[in-house]
């Protein structure tokens, strides 16, 4: 079983950065694969990043790429979404999952956070 607790939510104006953070409790964080996913008012869940157990294999929305990076601390269980350039239309809560599997297609994860809400403005 792992707990997932997402922060560094915000307000923020386009152009501007916020780096989020998933803490997870329980055992063997490292050996989770993470991602990040999103969800604005009135759209589906969408998924934004993903990495691997090691850290070595990254994945990335197209409408992300190039602007947010995610990374891991396995010492420090934690999972972090750095996102900079930040674009109005990428206002929505965003989540952590965890999954014991490496690389998880699609939103197939096991465990889910709380969310955080992320809010651009122009």
């Known amino acids: 079983q792992v707990q997932l607790v997402e922060s560094g939510g915000g307000l923020v104006q386009a152009g501007g950065s916020l780096r989020l953070s998933c803490a997870a409790s329980g055992r063997s964080f490292s050996r989770y694969g993470m991602g990040w996913f999103r969800q604005a008012p009135g759209k589906e869940r969408e998924f934004v990043a993903r990495i691997s157990i090691s850290g070595a294999s990254t994945n990335y929305a197209d409408s992300v790429k190039g602007r947010f990076t995610i990374s891991r601390d396995n010492a420090k269980n934690t999972v972090y979404l750095q996102m900079n350039s930040l674009k109005i239309e990428d206002t929505a809560v965003y989540y952590c999952?965890?999954?014991?599997?490496?690389?998880?297609?699609?939103?197939?994860?096991?465990?889910w956070g709380q969310g955080t809400q992320v809010t651009v403005s122009s």
């Open positions: 999952a965890a999954d014991p599997r490496s690389i998880v297609p699609g939103n197939a994860y096991n465990y």
